[in-house]
């Protein structure tokens, strides 16, 4: 299928522990080591269960289920009036649809939004999370985001403990998800990105030096033609891994000021015109004397259909993280061509039951 930008050398043993690499899990398909294989038998059996850095996010599970009974902008029944509440809540749909939403649908700590069982669409406005813990969303699509800084799922300031998965997100404005100011502790997992521009953001700009904080990991991921920052990393260590990025306009992923490192691992870049995956931008912190760049580890990457890694030669190790020195078990597959089919064909908004 391509070439490899190192040799494959993680065993695939349940449960090792390894300073270097993960854990593959015991549930498959076509072959496949998959992710949180068995959260959809029960309706909370989400929380807790992401990997990375958003693992412990329990969004609603101790609160009420709050059921979404109409598409409506707002007002009792609706998903902006369950977000608001400050208790914790799992919120589900009992309709499927467009929510219009003309503004910004600011959600609270300990929630879970499930889409699942249901097809709910935002467009217009996206989520915000602001200022919250706990929280998780599941199974949406957002399309059709306008205005000025109009994100899809925008993250700021200082929210912590997010998990994103299985959510299809196209055409917005400004972000599809914007992760900035502070927010840390998050996963980003089997979503589908489309027809964007700039796609993920982590890190504000160079004045933000607080944001050498933040952790992110983006998992299982298909972004799809979208132009670039999948992402685009300031300050920040984010681990990517199994993702699938094809076709981009400018770059895959860019590191800026002191991206400490982006650890790519195990993913599949194919690039359409514009052949080089990794851009390196550099910038002056604004508590530091000089500009620099940040750092990308690239460790059994899968290069095709011409693609150019573009690693720096150099590299500076005091930026380099593992994320075994933050977690001991995620899942990992060796990049293949059955991985690429299963991220084309299982990210994103997925049509299934709502468990019980």
């Not at 449960?15 to 909370?44: E, F, I, K, W």
């Not at 404005?173 to 700039?198: A, N, P, Q, Y």
């Not at 300031?234 to 094809?246: C, D, I, M, P, S």
């Not at 290069?303 to 993280?321: D, K, M, P, R």
Request: charged letters at 25%; proline letters at 4%.
């Amino acid at each position: 299928m391509g070439n490899h930008h190192s040799h494959f050398s993680h065993r695939k043993h349940k449960h090792h522990h390894n300073q270097q690499g993960p854990s593959l899990p015991v549930s498959t398909q076509m072959g496949l080591a998959l992710p949180y294989a068995h959260v959809d038998t029960s309706l909370r059996g989400l929380a807790g269960k992401a990997e990375g850095f958003g693992a412990s996010s329990i969004g609603g599970r101790d609160g009420h289920i709050y059921q979404v009974v109409n598409l409506n902008d707002d007002g009792p029944g609706s998903l902006r009036d369950g977000c608001r509440k400050k208790e914790p809540l799992w919120i589900v749909f009992e309709v499927s649809g467009t929510i219009e939403l003309r503004s910004y649908l600011s959600v609270s700590s300990f929630k879970t939004i499930d889409g699942r069982g249901q097809k709910i669409k935002l467009t217009g406005k996206g989520l915000r999370l602001k200022e919250c813990e706990h929280v998780i969303v599941c199974n949406l699509e957002f399309e059709g985001g306008r205005g000025p800084d109009v994100d899809g799922i925008q993250i700021k300031p200082k929210s912590r403990h997010i998990w994103i998965d299985r959510c299809s997100l196209s055409d917005y404005d400004d972000g599809l998800i914007d992760i900035t100011r502070e927010s840390t502790d998050i996963t980003v997992s089997r979503c589908h990105f489309s027809k964007h521009d700039k796609t993920m953001l982590i890190g504000a700009d160079p004045s933000n030096c607080s944001d050498r904080c933040m952790r992110v990991t983006i998992h299982h991921c298909f972004f799809d033609g979208t132009r670039q920052r999948h992402p685009r990393v300031r300050f920040a260590k984010v681990h990517l891994y199994n993702n699938y990025t094809r076709n981009w306009g400018i770059y895959a992923v860019c590191a800026s000021v002191e991206s400490q490192v982006i650890y790519s691992q195990c993913n599949i870049y194919e690039a359409g015109q514009k052949k080089v995956a990794f851009k390196y931008l550099t910038e002056k912190a604004a508590d530091k004397e000089e500009a620099c760049t940040g750092s990308i580890k690239s460790e059994d990457d899968l290069f095709v259909c011409g693609t150019q890694a573009g690693l720096l030669s150099t590299c500076n190790e005091n930026n380099i993280f593992n994320p075994s020195e933050f977690y001991q078990n995620w899942t990992v597959e060796r990049p293949s061509d059955h991985l690429k089919h299963y991220l084309q064909h299982c990210t994103g908004w997925q049509c299934i039951p709502r468990p019980n």
